[in-house]
C-alpha cells in the first residue's frame, strides 16, 4: 500500500483524486483540506507531514485566483511559494518524492511553438510569478521532485470554464467569448488519474529522471472554441432538451473583457517529454470531456 499525502483537498485536483482513488487499490490517500493544514500557517506543515508518515507528498493546493493576487501579494507568495517550500524542505528531510503542480501562467505567452520544460520562464503577473517561485523553491530544497505544469483546468469540481459555461447557456440567448488566447484544456480527472499512475514508478529505487515536466491535454484550442465543445458535449450529454441548446456563441478578441492580471495569449505546452519518460500521456478532450459531465450529472 502506497500512502500518499494531499494538500489541496477541496481544489479540482484534489477532489478529483479522491474520486480517482477507488480506481487504484494500491494507493491510500490521505486528504488534507484547509481545516486540517492552513497553509498560512507555515510552521505547520512539516509537523502535518511528519504525523502521516507519508511515503509521497502531492501538492494540489494553490492560491489561483489570477486578479486578486495582483493586490494580494503575500497571500498568492504565501501558499504558492513558501507553503511548497515547506512540503519540499519536509520531503527532502524524510527522503520521499514530492509532487507539485505548476501551471502554463509561468509563461508569457509569446511563443510561436509549444513550450517546452527548458524554455525560458516570464510570467506576466504576481499569480504566475509566484508559481514559478515555488517552482525555484521545490527545485532546490527537494532532491526528488516532481513539478508537473499543467493549464486549463476544469472538472466537475469547484469554479471553471466548462460549469461557467454550462450555466451561462442555460441563461443567455448570445454569449461573446475569447478567441485569441490558445490553450489545452485539460481534465482534473484525467490529471488525478495520470498522477495516481505515477506513484508506484516514482517510488521504485531505480527511478532517477525526477524534474519538471508539462502534462496537459494535446487538444488545442482558443476559449471560444472550447465553448463550442463543451455546447455540444452538454446536447449530447444532457439531451435534445437542454434549454442551452439554442445559446448562440460569438468569437470576440480579449480586449473586449479588460482584466487586472495579463494572461498569456499562448499557453500550449508540449508534452513529449512526459509521454517519452512515462509511456502515456492524457486521453484526448472527446473522451475527456463528457466524462467531466457524465460525473457532474451524477451530482459528484
Request: hydrophobic fraction near 40%.
Amino acid at each position: 500500500m502506497i500512502n500518499a499525502l494531499v494538500f489541496g483537498a477541496n481544489g479540482q485536483l484534489g477532489r478529483s483524486l479522491a474520486l480517482c482513488d477507488a480506481t487504484f487499490p494500491q494507493v491510500r490517500l490521505t486528504l488534507l483540506d484547509r481545516s486540517k493544514c492552513d497553509l498560512s500557517d507555515l510552521s505547520s506543515i512539516a509537523a502535518v507531514i511528519r504525523n502521516n508518515d507519508p511515503q509521497v507528498i502531492i501538492n494540489a493546493a494553490a492560491y489561483t485566483a489570477v486578479d486578486l493576487a495582483e493586490n494580494d501579494r503575500d497571500s498568492a507568495y504565501r501558499v504558492n511559494c513558501d507553503a511548497a517550500d515547506m512540503m519540499a524542505r519536509a520531503a527532502d528531510d524524510l527522503d520521499i518524492p514530492l509532487i507539485h503542480f505548476s501551471t502554463d501562467y509561468v509563461f508569457d505567452g509569446a511563443s510561436q511553438r509549444p513550450y517546452c520544460e527548458d524554455d525560458p520562464a516570464a510570467p506576466l503577473g504576481v499569480y504566475g510569478a509566484s508559481k514559478l517561485a515555488g517552482e525555484c523553491a521545490v527545485r532546490a530544497a527537494a532532491k526528488r521532485h516532481l513539478i508537473l505544469r499543467t493549464a486549463w483546468v476544469y472538472s466537475p469540481f469547484g469554479k471553471n470554464f466548462v460549469k461557467t459555461m454550462l450555466g451561462l447557456m442555460t441563461q443567455r440567448d448570445v454569449l461573446t467569448i475569447v478567441n485569441d488566447q490558445h490553450g489545452c484544456p485539460t481534465s482534473a480527472i484525467d490529471l488525478a488519474n495520470a498522477t495516481l499512475r505515477l506513484l508506484p514508478v516514482i517510488l521504485d529505487p531505480n527511478f532517477y529522471v525526477f524534474g519538471t515536466y508539462h502534462l496537459v491535454s494535446d487538444n488545442q484550442t482558443t476559449w471560444f472554441d472550447f465553448a463550442k465543445r463543451i455546447q455540444d458535449a452538454a446536447i449530447a450529454q444532457f439531451g435534445a432538451n437542454w434549454t442551452g441548446k439554442n445559446c448562440r456563441i460569438d468569437p470576440v478578441n480579449s480586449d473586449a473583457f479588460p482584466t487586472i492580471a495579463r494572461r498569456p495569449a499562448y499557453s500550449i505546452m508540449s508534452t513529449q517529454k512526459f509521454t517519452d519518460t512515462f509511456g502515456y500521456g492524457l486521453p484526448d478532450i472527446s473522451e475527456s470531456l463528457p466524462t467531466c459531465l457524465n460525473n457532474l450529472e451524477a451530482g459528484r
